[in-house]
């Protein structure tokens, strides 16, 4: 999905390349974080993958597209397929929530019924349905967040690039936007996230390796309940197969040993019409009935 190959990047004027020989390759559906400290070059991967940056040698593909070679007239389209979240929100303050979120879906032209129901989804997803109505102004940090993720993924990119999504948040706050980061990767987006912080890359690790060992226990159990599940139903069918030999060996034991009882069950199904009625101890009249039955079946 994502692939780098030996890539160098100088900036002018710059002692040193920004990025020396850098290789990568990123799969689908993977969560990957750039970590290092400030000026290592995280910020410059992400603006290579966006295309705001070339490349001084190698190459650059995303979603199939060679960076290297594609035409300054193809970029904006190139961009569509991608979501971008800034550690500055970048929101645009004389709009509301909705509105910062509907406006990059307007910029791309899409039809106002899509709009309509694209941005309440992904304000739900993001947990801000009931601040729909406010300004930026009005949020927190953390929540502010939130938008610029909500406005990154309401185009349904297959690709987030998150550059420091959580240096300008308290640790509480970071850990909730992380926690969103991880649902909308388990949904399927690709991430990749740029951060100077290792211990949230630690602690997103733990809590993955966490939810990875769940999934894991829960695929055993439910494998579990399924064989036992159809163990039960095997265990029933023999049950059952067995007990219509038993029965039908016990009736033809009983007829053998005792011909009554073949007169009662015929009395009883075709002229009480009462499979469960007992032995009346009247066996002349069972006999009768069973003579009277095989003289004409068909009633």
């Known amino acids: 999905m994502i692939r780098l190959e030996n890539v160098i990047k100088t900036y002018k004027g710059a ?5 020396d020989s850098v290789s990568l390759d990123i799969q689908r559906g993977e ?16 603006r290579l993958m966006l295309r705001e940056e070339r490349v001084d040698q190698g190459e650059v ?11 300054a007239s193809k970029v904006a389209q190139f961009r569509r397929k991608l979501g971008v979240v800034f550690q500055d929100f970048r929101l645009l303050p004389n709009k509301t929530v909705y509105q910062n979120v509907a406006f990059a879906l307007q910029v791309l032209g899409k039809p106002k ?9 992904v304000l739900e997803l993001v947990g801000l349905s009931q601040k729909a109505d406010r300004l930026p102004s009005a949020l927190s940090g953390g929540e502010q967040q939130r938008v610029a993720i909500a406005r990154a993924l309401v185009n349904r990119p297959e690709v987030l690039l998150a550059d420091e999504p959580t240096g300008n948040l308290d640790p509480a706050t970071s850990n909730e936007i992380m926690t969103l980061l ?26 993955k390796s966490q939810l ?22 095997d265990a ?8 219509v030999k038993a029965s039908w060996g016990e009736q033809m034991r009983s007829y053998v040993l005792a011909p009554y009882q073949m007169v009662k069950d015929l009395r009883n199904n075709y002229e009480v019409n ?3 009625a007992v032995f009346d101890g009247e066996i002349e009249g069972f006999i009768s009935a069973g003579l009277r039955w095989r003289a004409n079946p068909e009633k």
């Open 61 to 71: 593909l995303v979603l199939g597209e060679n960076l290297s070679q594609l035409s």
């Open 31 to 46: 969560f990957v974080f750039l970590v290092g400290t400030s000026g290592s070059g995280k910020s410059t991967l992400l």
């Open 236 to 243: 029933k069918k023999k049950e059952l197969a067995g007990d």
């Open 274 to 276: 009462n499979p469960d």
């Open 212 to 233: 990875q060992n769940k999934a894991a226990a829960l695929r055993v159990l439910q494998s579990r309940l399924l064989l036992l599940k159809k163990q039960e139903e």
């Open 15 to 19: 002692d040193a390349p920004a990025l």
């Open 182 to 207: 991880d649902r909308i990767n388990l949904a399927g987006t690709t991430i990749v996230m740029a951060t100077h912080d290792r211990g949230i890359v630690v602690s997103c690790q733990n809590e």
């Open 113 to 121: 019924a899509f709009i309509e129901t694209a941005v309440p989804d």
